[in-house]
């Protein structure tokens, strides 16, 4: 079958880049990558040139995961309580996005349509030296450029990229959307078009709460501020991305069928003018606090907490005291490493076991009676509060991780399904 190639001698034409990213559950097996493959290449004879990201299909990481712990497990008596090497981890996890790239890629051509797939380190994408949690510092697309140019759709592993040390490095759960928007900066893309399992955000988890509306359009300040309370439709390194770059994010879902008028939620921005208001409920159950009542150690405790995978939401330190607030999503393994760092320096204290709930809208801070309504919601949902947060578009309240889907659809009823 002849392959679209641009026609000998044409005048070259810059068509409008989308920049796609699909989740492991759209690409969880043949069938569903063959799915995706029509949706890319309807958009690529739309007229469009396009950049396609990949997570692993399916559980497939989660599963390489167990291989890299039953592996130490094997070890014996020496294997005890240690944790496998976050180096060879991401050597290990990152050939998950190299098999759905692959595998699009041939779904693509036998399409018609010419395609290649890169690996991260292909594509030009740089990170720092960190390994399981990098952060991307620099993108150099030319490699994608070039095959933009000939005519190919480019399908990209994500969630991975390579360090200024020339070593594979991997972005922390959700990262495969930090790929796709950082693309979509360094390539200048009309768009980037994020899909899953479900069709755009939500005013809360429809699984936990059945009354969630869907939001037809955000503004990159709110969505930013429900992923760093734990909203798992887009992550938050992502938003920052296209909040600095000015990039539009589309949220859909691959299971719809392919049209031009998608139910989505668009995120660019600024959003059409609304009264600040709640808008969504967000519900974290991976959380933990540590706490630290003397600060010579304080540069080895936050040594120990990164190298155990936990993200640092919030930090106070006081004259005599530090404390943590941290999120466990990306530390699978920290039950583990809280037994060491408890061997290694006792004085740090960590709590596991938490959760964080919150409301997320405009001018939440602004009248008292919304802080006295946020109290009352959580007693009615017998949710102790450990510790209050509040911020121009934020409240929110550290709890017992078991409380948490009760206080969702007690905020919920009382904030949002007015």
Not at 378 to 398: E, I, K, Q, Y
């Amino acid at each position: 079958m002849l392959l679209e190639d641009p026609k000998p001698g044409a005048p070259a034409v810059r068509r409008p880049i989308v920049v796609q990213k699909y989740g492991g559950s759209s690409v969880a097996d043949v069938e569903k990558l063959g799915r995706v493959a029509e949706r890319v290449v309807h958009a690529r004879r739309a007229g469009n040139d396009v950049v396609v990201v990949v997570s692993a299909m399916g559980k497939t990481t989660d599963g390489l995961l167990k291989l890299a712990h039953d592996a130490v497990g094997a070890g014996g008596a020496g294997g005890e309580g240690r944790e496998p090497a976050r180096r060879e981890l991401d050597m290990l996890v990152s050939t998950g996005e190299r098999v759905a790239m692959s595998l699009l890629s041939i779904a693509i051509q036998a399409r018609g349509v010419r395609a290649i797939s890169f690996t991260g380190s292909q594509s030009g994408i740089i990170t720092n030296d960190r390994h399981f949690d990098a952060r991307i510092i620099e993108v150099r697309p030319h490699r994608i450029e070039d095959e933009l140019a000939r005519g190919a759709v480019v399908i990209v592993a994500g969630y991975q990229g390579m360090s200024y040390k020339r070593e594979i490095t991997t972005l922390g759960r959700g990262g495969s959307d930090t790929t796709a928007v950082a693309l979509a900066a360094a390539l200048g893309a009309d768009r980037c078009e994020i899909y899953s399992d479900v069709d755009g955000v939500y005013s809360a988890d429809p699984r936990t709460v059945p009354e969630a509306r869907h939001l037809p359009e955000l503004d990159h300040a709110l969505l930013q501020e429900m992923a760093e309370s734990g909203a798992k439709v887009v992550c938050a390194q992502a938003v920052e991305w296209a909040r600095r770059a000015g990039i539009a994010i589309y949220a859909r879902s691959s299971f719809e069928p392919v049209s031009d008028t998608p139910r989505q939620t668009v995120i660019r921005r600024f959003a059409p003018g609304d009264e600040p208001r709640a808008r969504a409920i967000v519900g974290h159950r991976q959380l933990a606090h540590a706490a630290l009542g003397e600060l010579a150690s304080l540069e080895r405790a936050e040594r120990l907490l990164l190298d155990a995978g936990a993200a640092i939401l919030e930090e106070h330190v006081t004259e005599e005291r530090a404390e943590w607030l941290l999120s466990l999503m990306s530390a699978p393994g920290f039950a583990e490493a809280r037994a060491r760092m408890a061997a290694e320096l006792p004085s740090l204290a960590v709590t596991v076991g938490l959760g964080l709930v919150s409301v997320v809208g405009g001018g939440l801070t602004e009248r008292g009676a919304q802080l006295v309504a946020f109290r009352e919601a959580l007693a009615a949902a017998a949710a102790r509060p450990r510790r209050m947060l509040a911020t121009a578009l934020r409240l929110g309240a550290v709890v017992d991780a078991a409380s948490v889907p009760d206080a969702e659809r007690a905020l919920h009823a009382r904030f949002v399904a007015l």
